[in-house]
């Protein structure tokens, strides 16, 4: 199932991000948790390539795993910055042969090792390349890309950030998936700035529940998302309680995600951080909302 001929549906979706075990012998723990997930039926999974610097190895394993067993759609996601040419194409080969029909072209997070200036000796150093090398491979995979509701942290300004934007779209990207983002103005007026620019195909909000306070550094690390006062108020009372941090988060998540489809959103994607009883409560909080 091509995730594109979901989004263009009438329906509302519900889907979710897991990531593969950082090391393989986490392997076992990593692997039930995340069949269920799988087990709530979310409109499609998403699995990510090295998010966060984990490991690559086993991608396509999972992906293939979810559809076959729990007939889930999937995303294999696949970055391109830190692989020659010869390893893309062969990681291109093995999607096509697995009839892996979605694929997340990210260029892939800058390790401290490496160095924008050095990317004229890179083979990619930009999404847009994979997205090229994706659509030349032959195979007819259905496309995602990232965007950036508050602007990439590389970027200088954030009409230089959608004009890039639209040069994935033109080459080929399906559809958006955006950052995380804690204030939903954000997505609202980056939403109206990019159909201005011409930008057409669907957008994916993605939310992620902050379900304990450390997760909060790594999540701005990563996207450098503004924190809005009542979410900063929340992690200060509830953060040195377990429970109550997990309660919190999920219903800010939950409060995001309906204040989404009351103003027209169709589409989610929840950064489940491989939690199904956090997924599996945000699905319950919107039972009624998603008809599931
Ligand atoms: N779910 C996930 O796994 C997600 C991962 N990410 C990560 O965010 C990082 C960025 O990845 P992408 O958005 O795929 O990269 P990208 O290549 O689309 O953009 C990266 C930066 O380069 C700029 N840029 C893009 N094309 C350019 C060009 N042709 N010339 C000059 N500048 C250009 C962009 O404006 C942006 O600042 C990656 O680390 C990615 O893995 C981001 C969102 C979701
Ligand atoms: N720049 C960027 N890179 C990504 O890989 C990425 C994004 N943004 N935004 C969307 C999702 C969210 N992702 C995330 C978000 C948080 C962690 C994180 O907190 N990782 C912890 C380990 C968590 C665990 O193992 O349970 C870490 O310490 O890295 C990882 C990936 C992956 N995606």
């Known amino acids: 199932m091509k995730i594109i001929n979901l989004l263009n549906n009438d329906r509302c979706t519900l889907s979710f991000e897991v990531f593969p075990p950082k090391v393989s012998s986490s392997f076992d723990e990593v692997k039930p948790a995340i069949e269920k997930i799988a087990q709530l039926k979310p409109s499609f999974m998403s699995v ?33 910055v830190s ?4 390893t893309v194409l062969e990681k291109i080969n093995e999607l096509k042969k697995a009839g892996i029909q979605n694929v997340m072209a990210l260029r892939g997070d800058l390790t401290p090792e490496m160095k924008l200036s050095d990317a004229k000796h890179w083979d990619y150093s930009h999404a847009v390349d994979l997205i090229r090398e994706l659509k030349n491979s032959g195979a007819d995979f259905c496309i995602g890309c990232a965007c950036y509701p508050e602007v990439h942290p590389e970027s200088q300004h954030q009409t230089d950030d959608i004009f890039y934007l639209k040069e994935k779209v033109d080459a080929g990207c399906d559809f958006m998936t955006t950052q ?15 159909r201005e620019a011409g930008i057409t195909a669907p957008v994916v909000p993605g939310i992620m529940p902050i379900t304990r306070a450390i997760q909060l ?3 701005i690390e990563l996207s450098g998302s503004f ?13 040195g309680d377990d429970r109550a941090m997990a309660q919190a988060g999920i219903a800010y998540a939950t409060d995001q995600i309906i204040d989404l489809y009351a103003n027209g959103v169709k589409h989610v994607h929840l950064y489940t951080m ?5 997924a599996r409560a945000v699905m319950n909080n919107l039972s009624s909302i998603i008809g599931k």
């Open 48 to 80: 990510t390539y090295g998010a966060g610097g984990g490991t690559s190895r086993f991608t396509l394993d999972i992906a293939e795993d979810i559809r076959n067993r729990y007939s889930v759609p999937t995303m294999a996601h696949l970055t391109c």
């Open 83 to 86: 692989s020659t040419r010869e």
């Open 180 to 194: 995380m983002f804690f204030d939903n103005n954000l997505l609202y007026n980056f939403l109206y700035k990019i």
């Open 217 to 219: 550094k790594r999540a």
């Open 227 to 239: 924190i809005p006062q009542r979410f900063k108020a929340m992690v200060d009372r509830f953060g």
């Open 274 to 278: 491989n939690k199904p009883e956090i």
